[in-house]
């Protein structure tokens, strides 16, 4: 008796050595997200897989999911909890047969813009006895999300671009495209001779121009200012940016994009959009505004030298900033070729509702 006892003691330790040593031996950890550009509140998924490579039952797993912090969990029955970061801990435990793999889809939603990384999970198996755990980090690098900011409900901005739209309009019938001629007219003396159509001269004995088409489009460029300490007012100016755009879009007028707001890395180079019309323009822009930080990389006196050099003729010039300044104004002032449209944050603190953090 004292044998049989003695060799299921040793028994005991060697399983229990051999399940610490192994523990995690052949488990994998990964997980994606189903969307990485979404809108505030928009549902999406994180995808969880957990696979167990080895023969071995693993009776008992632990996952401590590290999620950002203001994103929420929907529809989960497992226990959340705060780190010392302030991001979500979502842990659920489970176990995993020989040579399978678990597929989890976790609904999650964003109500704030900014870019959100998911760094990955702890991962932990128990031993034979159930005494120790043994825990393993696996890190994952490349899932984030970009919320896009809101877009501003506010009438004033709709009213007044009612207005900036109309004069376009009127321009645009008032400036002939010197590419497509339609027919000809008699010279009346104001026209330059090199409109002078010498052919249709020759026909009828008299001297006769070129009448031209009035196919000259519309072209705007949107100026986005971030200069200022006040975080509350240039997420204001993000919301009223994305409107603007989509105002453009709607339209169908043709603008092209600057601003001095900083971006993380992956999009380091999106101070400048050049000029286009679509969806890929306008979400390159969107994706833009929603990685963007509240901390200018230039003054604005900086972006509006680099306006100079990119006008055109008829262009209009849309400046977005977050309060009235009469040196900004100034600075705006000498391009003297563009007509000028200012649009600005604080106009619009009652209609939009943002945390003044951004998620960098």
């Known amino acids: 008796m004292l044998v049989f006892l003695i060799i299921i003691i040793l028994l005991a330790i060697i399983l229990q050595y051999m399940s610490m ?80 793999k678990l597929d989890r889809r976790l609904p999650v939603s964003i109500s704030k813009r ?26 994952i ?24 739209f109309g004069d376009m309009s009127v321009r645009r019938f008032m400036m002939e495209d010197p590419v497509l001629t339609v027919s000809a007219r008699e010279y009346t003396g104001c026209e330059p001779l090199k409109q002078i159509s010498w052919n249709h001269s020759a026909r009828v004995g008299k001297l006769m121009v070129k009448q031209f088409d009035y196919t000259v489009e519309p072209v705007v460029s949107v100026m986005l200012d971030v200069n200022t300490d006040n975080t509350m007012l240039v997420e204001n100016c ?17 603008y092209d994009f600057i601003t001095n707001a900083s971006t993380c890395n992956a999009i380091s180079r999106w101070s400048y959009v050049g000029e286009g019309l679509g969806s890929v323009h306008f979400l390159s822009i969107l994706e833009g505004l929603g990685r963007a930080s509240c901390i200018a990389t230039e003054p604005f006196f900086a972006t509006v030298d680099k306006m100079k050099k990119k006008q055109y003729k008829n262009r209009s010039l849309i400046i977005i900033m977050p309060a009235r300044d009469d040196g900004k ?24 509702h943002n945390d003044p953090e951004t998620h960098m």
């Open 238 to 254: 993000f919301c009223l940016t994305r409107t603007v755009c989509q105002l453009l879009e709607t339209k169908r007028i043709a």
């Open 329 to 352: 104004h100034q600075a705006a002032n000498h391009l003297q070729e563009l007509t000028l449209k200012f649009v600005y944050g604080e106009d619009c603190l009652d209609d939009i």
């Open 114 to 139: 900014g870019c959100y990384r998911f760094r990955g999970a702890d991962v932990s198996c128990g031993d034979f006895l159930g005494l120790e755990e043994t825990t393993e980090r696996f890190y």
């Open 141 to 164: 690098y490349n899932n984030e999300v970009v919320v896009y900011p809101k877009e501003a409900q506010t009438d004033n901005l709709h009213n007044m671009f009612g207005g900036f």
């Open 21 to 100: 040593k192994n523990a995690l031996r052949g488990i994998n950890y990964n997980y994606t997200c189903t969307k990485h550009l979404v809108e505030p509140d928009e549902v999406f998924d994180v995808v969880t897989t957990l696979t167990n490579q080895s023969s071995r039952f693993i009776p008992f797993v632990r996952l401590s999911e590290t999620i950002p912090f203001r994103v929420k969990v929907l529809h989960s029955q497992a226990k959340l909890s705060v780190d010392i970061g302030n991001n979500l801990l979502h842990i659920s435990t489970t176990y995993l047969l020989p040579k399978s």
